[in-house]
């Protein structure tokens, strides 16, 4: 019996005892009118989800951060440690969760200093910068040096911007409003 069979059926119930004069076919009739009403009426007030865009194919994904290539480095070494901390309270056990895993790995983290960070901040770094590359090879177009300064273009940028009929150095100045 499905649960709108079970409503049907309980609204009958309740119709016959309150109507004794009812036939039970008239209350099953009037039960499944009742419940269609209450469907119409309850689907047309649920809300509507947004329509989700399309993922991109095309669309490259994120490059690893530090704690990331941190956790690949020791993942297995962790993962044992705490396999043999389980298994010491109970033989029986045989997995880990990657959840334990991952926030011990977290916890270790954040007790390292900068100098024991600093190997896979620089993994880090370098896969970005290839994946900057990659993408502005893809797109033809000149990239951005990474630079201290987050204004620095490279020298095809800042000629293509210069000879561009559409750049701010080739608009003549419009002369002052007099008032």
């Known amino acids: 019996m499905s649960n709108t069979d079970t409503i049907i059926f309980s609204m ?3 119709i016959t005892a309150q109507f004794p004069n009812i036939t039970v076919k008239d209350a099953m009739t009037l039960a499944t009118i009742a419940m269609d009403e209450f469907s119409s009426h309850n689907t047309t007030n649920k809300r509507t989800s947004k329509a989700t865009k399309p993922k991109d194919p095309t669309k490259p994904k994120r490059t690893k951060n530090a704690f990331m290539y941190y956790l ?32 011990l790995a977290g916890v270790k983290w954040k007790a390292l200093d900068d100098t024991a960070k600093t190997p896979f901040q620089k993994m880090a770094d370098d896969a970005k910068a290839a994946a900057i590359a990659a ?10 040096t990474l630079a201290a300064d987050s204004n620095a273009v490279d ?19 419009t002369a002052p409003i007099s008032t």
């Open 135 to 144: 993408v502005s090879a893809t797109l033809d177009t000149p990239s951005l």
């Open 72 to 103: 690949d480095s020791v993942r297995a070494d962790l993962k044992a440690q705490l396999l043999a901390e389980a298994q010491a309270k109970d033989p029986s056990v045989t997995t880990i969760r990657v959840s334990e895993v991952t926030s």
């Open 155 to 173: 020298t095809a940028t800042a000629a293509a911007t210069q000879d561009s009929p559409t750049s701010i150095a080739a608009v003549p100045p």
């Open 12 to 14: 009958a119930s309740r």
